[in-house]
């Protein structure tokens, strides 16, 4: 007897325009099969040309902290799974607005999970390398959390969201993310890339370590997951351990852009100076081998992913203007 499966799965997408959102759902688009309900906190879908593409099957407006928004929009859409991309990301604002980053990181987890329980559908989340201190890095899945900053509490609380939830899920933690993005907020290398071309010094710290991660590789392990339907959690960085510092040279180096306006610091300096609140692990790295054998993945290494980068760049903004966002 044949037996003939569901067709397509359809995945909605929380948090769609931000810098991960963005990639996840062009890489669901181009890498698999899947059925797509987009979501964010905006009024419309900011994505042009999107709408044509027949697998998105709508937009809806849905701010993951408001319960009935929450539950109105995945109990009318009924999706398979959830792949939450939306968050509170400020690390050092979370220490000020603990309300709003808890409602965001935590109680909105709550919400997803209640209304993915009433269709039956699976979650995919992202969490941070923050959940760790930084004592015995690099970190695999097996490593006990200990988180020393409030964005590291509300991610790892929302880990335990999930795994006390009773729904089949899986949870991402990934580290520095960079990638190329269009009107997205900056990230660390774009930001870098940026400040050197106008002339701004970056201070760059020489004491935090940790291992980039390049956008796409992580959009794909997502992707790849919901696909083959995997559970539990996974670690997903790039495969190299470096400082802030070594980090801003190789970006200048790749753009071509100056070093000399790299200026080295400290996590003490930047805190001092009133740059950081929050306090941050000096070492931090993500050993991602089970989502590398288990996904296919392969993570790249920082320069491979910086021309990835910079590639993505010139074919999204053109040449003339390649630091310039709307
Ligand atoms: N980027 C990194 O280096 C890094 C490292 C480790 C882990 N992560 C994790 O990766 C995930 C994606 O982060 P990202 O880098 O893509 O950040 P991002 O660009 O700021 O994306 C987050 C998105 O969530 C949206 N959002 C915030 N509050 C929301 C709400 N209440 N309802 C609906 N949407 C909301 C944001 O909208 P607004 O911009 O309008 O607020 C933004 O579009 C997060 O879980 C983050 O913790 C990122």
């Known amino acids: 007897m044949i037996l003939h499966s569901k067709s397509r799965e359809t995945v909605l997408i929380t948090g769609c325009h931000g810098f991960l959102g963005q990639h996840v759902v062009q890489t669901f688009l181009e890498d698999s099969k899947c059925d797509l309900i987009l979501t964010g906190k905006e009024n419309r879908s900011l994505f042009v040309g999107i709408s044509d593409e027949p697998r998105v099957r709508a937009y809806h407006t849905m701010d993951i902290t408001q319960r009935s928004s929450v539950k109105d929009v995945i109990g009318s859409t009924k999706p398979d799974v959830i792949v939450n991309c939306a968050a509170f990301v400020r690390v050092d604002d979370a220490e000020v607005n603990r309300e709003m980053a808890w409602r965001t990181n935590v109680s909105a987890l709550e919400h997803l999970t209640e209304a993915s329980r009433k269709v039956d559908a699976r979650l995919v989340h992202v969490s941070s390398d923050l959940v760790f201190d930084g004592a015995r890095a690099p970190y695999t899945e097996t490593d006990t959390p200990h988180p020393i900053n409030y964005y590291g509490r509300t991610k790892l609380a929302s880990e335990n969201v999930l795994k006390t939830s009773g729904l089949e899920y899986a949870i991402f933690r990934t580290c520095l993310v960079y990638g190329a993005a269009e009107r997205a907020k900056a990230n660390y290398a ?62 200048a180096e790749t753009f071509g852009l100056p070093t000399s306006l790299i200026i080295p610091t400290t996590i003490a300096e930047l805190k001092q100076s009133g740059k950081w609140r929050a306090d941050r692990p000096t070492r931090n790295g993500l050993v991602s081998l089970k989502a590398q054998t288990d996904l296919g993945v392969r993570f790249s290494k920082v320069d491979d992913g910086l021309r990835v980068m910079e590639r993505s760049m010139r074919e999204l903004l053109g040449k003339e203007d390649l630091f310039v966002y709307e």
């Open 190 to 251: 774009l930001s870098v890339a940026q400040s050197l071309e106008s002339g701004q010094p970056v201070y760059a710290a020489t004491d935090l370590l940790s291992s980039p991660t390049l956008v796409d590789d992580l959009a794909l392990a997502i992707v790849r997951a919901t696909e083959r339907k995997r559970a539990g959690l996974y670690h997903a960085g790039g495969p190299e351990m470096i400082t802030r510092f070594e980090f801003a040279h190789r970006i």
